[in-house]
């Protein structure tokens, strides 16, 4: 159970309100908040000011309200760029972590271990 290609590999994606949703090859379906997706930017300037990374360069902190998201650009088969409204473009997305980064109650359930959700009963 290594890797599961359909997982990770979005058949559709579009900014609705305040989150991206992204529809996956499996058919599950993730809403990802504008800030949750901000604060995981994996450009180095963002993981050092989220404290991710031991990173040197200038710092650029997150402002609140975040910025919205005004484009969402493809990157090779694997991730995709997003383009916020404060001129911020530096970060790539991969797909998988996207994926893993979903906060529906199905998938907090299985990384749980990283984001400390509550577990909910499982059957
Ligand atoms: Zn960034
Ligand atoms: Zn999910």
């Avoid at 599950?28 to 993981?47: D, G, I, K, M, V």
């Avoid at 031991?54 to 969402?72: N, Q």
Wanted: hydrophobic share 35%; with cysteine.
């Amino acid at each position: 159970m290594s890797s599961e290609p359909a997982k990770n590999k979005p058949r559709t994606f579009a900014v609705a309100g305040l989150e991206l949703a992204m529809a996956w090859g499996d058919g599950h379906e993730s809403y990802l908040p504008f800030n949750l997706l901000r604060t995981h930017c994996p450009c180095a300037p963002c993981r050092v000011a989220a404290g991710r990374s031991d990173y040197k360069g200038p710092e650029r902190p997150v402002a609140d309200p975040p910025p919205m998201i005004v484009d969402v650009e493809p990157v090779g088969a694997y991730a995709m760029r997003i383009v916020w409204s404060d001129g911020h473009r530096e970060g790539i997305y991969p797909f998988e972590m996207l994926r893993s980064m979903c906060p529906c109650e199905r998938c907090a359930g299985q990384t749980a271990s990283a984001f400390r959700a509550d577990r909910l009963r499982e059957s």
